[in-house]
């Protein structure tokens, strides 16, 4: 589907019905990345995907694309839905970084918060060159040099022995993204605020979930995350990395319903 938001054409999924849970994709991906959360949950609630301006079939604008534009536009794409009432937020990594910024902007939206692979400080110094790197590498030699440099750190090293079919679909959705989207979303990452102080503000029910070989987010820096927000529950899923709701789709879709059922 499509809407008209914020000068640009969004597009996005929407299946199911009853309580909405707005899915946010990380970098540089797409809404694909939640293919086994919309097929697998939309008998358990109403799941909202978008893909992110610059990413999979919504429009590129030029960037860069701060945490806090990202989540107007997914305030507005609820808008366009004409859901006033509060809904359940899941962000992976970026789309973390974004579901933060949506609970900081406007928490009255938010009924529940799932934070998936994701940490709530801001780039060190060495992560904001590490992003003008990156950008100099996507304007010189092309989105799929960025590509191929981040593909071997998504997955857990059993997902890179076991499943190169996954593996291939990763490499095709992150190759998807246009060139306006990876420099947005790195030049609105590199500025994005340090969030760690809102983590004890936070007075919604709220999920920490994360894959035990992440490759990108430790697990201690999850758990530090996780300590700092009153009533937080926290899910480790085995034999998964960064993307874990694609590496062990069950298990991941379990925890969510267990979360969201009693919301
Ligand atoms: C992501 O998966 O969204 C990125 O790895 C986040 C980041 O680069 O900080």
Redesign the pocket.
Known sequence: MRTKINNYEMAYEDKGSGLPVLFIH??P?NRSLWQPQVEGLSNSGRILAPDLRGHGDSQPTNGPYSMDLLAADCVALLDSLELRAPVIVCG????G?IALALYRNYPERLSGLILA?TRAGA?SAEGKKNRDQTANLAKEKGVEAVVESMLPKMMSPKTYQQNSELVDRIRKIMEATSLEGVLGDLMG?KERPDSRSLLETIDIPTLVIHGADDQ?ISTEETRQMYAQIPGAVLETVPDAG?LLNLEQPEIFNQAIRRFIQPL
Do not use: N, P
């Open positions: 990380g970098y991906l992976l990594s970026m789309g970084y692979a780039d990452m990108i960064h």
